[in-house]
């Protein structure tokens, strides 16, 4: 920690500084600008702690102010990812992950080996964070966030969220197209049903003779 105070006079010597009852080392002297820093060990209690400056002036009048710290030695939780933006599979190699951590907390994105530092960024009052990915290469990915709470303690990591950077040729996408009357006469109601050959993110588009089909 480190503590910092400026006195309103000359003083007879150094003040005294304690933190939690623990005296606090003198590191520089600016006139009556004084530094103080304190190696704050893990003994202490957690919580709020009193932090205090007492002294003497030259004429031995004495005078003390207190004021607190607070102590933080807890992990914040590992975050959780939510979903990606696009989801997953995607040809986008820069997804954005979405998810909960503490609250104000910095956030790391990670890649599979939990090594690769994807990007960062902080969560809001609510916990809500949104990191956009650097470039993920060709296949299927686990996504790892990992939490840094306001006092640098570090959290765990994540669930795996997994996604699936997908760049390959769709080859032969839709089969088994069927039209339904073939031929058809004016005011018929035309159906055209065909299976997909994988998932799909959006409903595929159908145009006849150029109009827009409807989804039934």
């Given at each position: 920690?480190?503590?910092?105070?400026?006195?309103?006079?000359?003083?007879?010597?150094?003040?005294?500084?304690?933190?939690?009852?623990?005296?606090?080392?003198?590191?520089?002297?600016?006139?009556?600008?004084?530094?103080?820093?304190?190696?704050?060990?893990?003994?202490?209690?957690?919580?709020?702690?009193?932090?205090?400056?007492?002294?003497?002036?030259?004429?031995?009048?004495?005078?003390?102010?207190?004021?607190?710290?607070?102590?933080?030695?807890?992990?914040?939780?590992?975050?959780?990812?939510?979903?990606?933006?696009?989801?997953?599979?995607?040809?986008?190699?820069?997804?954005?992950?979405?998810?909960?951590?503490?609250?104000?907390?910095?956030?790391?994105?990670?890649?599979?080996?939990?090594?690769?530092?994807?990007?960062?960024?902080?969560?809001?009052?609510?916990?809500?964070?949104?990191?956009?990915?650097?470039p993920l290469v060709q296949g299927v990915h686990?996504?790892?966030?990992?939490?840094?709470?306001?006092?640098?303690?570090l959290g765990g990591f994540s669930d795996a969220?997994?996604?699936?950077?997908?760049?390959?040729?769709s080859g032969q996408l839709f089969s088994n197209?069927?039209?339904?009357?073939?031929?058809?006469?004016?005011?018929?109601?035309?159906?055209?049903?065909?299976?997909?050959?994988?998932?799909?993110?959006?409903?595929?588009?159908?145009?006849?003779?150029?109009?827009?089909?409807?989804?039934?």
């Amino acid at each position: 920690l480190a503590i910092s105070f400026e006195a309103t006079e000359l003083l007879s010597g150094d003040p005294t500084v304690t933190v939690a009852g623990n005296a606090a080392a003198k590191t520089g002297q600016f006139g009556l600008f004084y530094e103080y820093s304190y190696t704050v060990t893990g003994a202490e209690t957690e919580g709020l702690v009193p932090v205090s400056v007492s002294g003497s002036d030259r004429a031995g009048n004495p005078a003390s102010v207190m004021t607190n710290v607070t102590l933080d030695f807890t992990p914040p939780a590992p975050p959780t990812i939510t979903s990606t933006v696009p989801r997953s599979p995607s040809t986008d190699q820069t997804p954005v992950a979405e998810g909960l951590a503490e609250a104000n907390s910095i956030v790391r994105l990670f890649d599979t080996d939990q090594m690769r530092e994807l990007g960062s960024g902080q969560a809001d009052g609510s916990g809500i964070f949104s990191i956009a990915s650097l470039p993920l290469v060709q296949g299927v990915h686990q996504l790892y966030a990992r939490a840094t709470d306001g006092a640098g303690n570090l959290g765990g990591f994540s669930d795996a969220f997994t996604f699936e950077v997908d760049l390959s040729e769709s080859g032969q996408l839709f089969s088994n197209i069927a039209i339904s009357p073939d031929p058809a006469k004016q005011t018929d109601l035309i159906t055209i049903s065909f299976d997909a050959a994988e998932p799909l993110n959006n409903d595929p588009i159908v145009v006849l003779d150029g109009e827009l089909a409807t989804f039934l």
